[in-house]
């Protein structure tokens, strides 16, 4: 059983940067990995997703160009460097881990990912 422990939520002012950890308890190059989010009173979305080789990464609409995935296989890491947060931004940030396919494969399919982690909190005031 994969565990995921996030880590680097907060409270932030609009236009600040936070950058998210995911510490994996197996070995993270054997899944695709990505991020979700659920702001209060709306429906989860995803954030973006990174294949297994690290290679591949896609961030979703209003994010792009604000952040970044990155993961770090030697340490079991995988990160979400946020830039330019907006209140809009605000909700509770899941990593999420799917079983191994192909290294470059990437998707931003919930049922893809069996692994969830706990959430961490990110809150930006206008």
């Known amino acids: 059983q994969v565990q995921l422990v996030e880590s680097g939520g907060g409270l932030v002012q609009t236009g600040a940067s936070l950058r998210l950890s995911c510490a994996v308890s197996g070995t993270l190059s054997n899944y695709v990995m990505g991020w979700l989010r659920q702001a209060p009173g709306k429906e989860r979305e995803f954030v973006g997703t990174?294949?297994?080789?690290?290679?591949?990464?896609h961030i979703v609409g209003s994010m792009k160009g604000r952040f970044t995935i990155s993961k770090d296989n030697a340490n079991n890491t995988m990160n979400l460097q946020m830039n330019g947060l907006k209140p809009e931004d605000t909700a509770v940030y899941y990593c999420?881990?799917?079983?191994?396919?192909?290294?470059?494969?990437?998707?931003?399919?919930?049922?893809?990912?069996?692994?969830w982690g706990q959430g961490t909190q990110v809150t930006v005031s206008p």
């Open positions: 990174i294949s297994r080789n690290g290679r591949n990464t």
């Open positions: 999420v881990a799917g079983e191994a396919r192909a290294p470059d494969y990437m998707t931003v399919r919930e049922r893809d990912y069996e692994y």
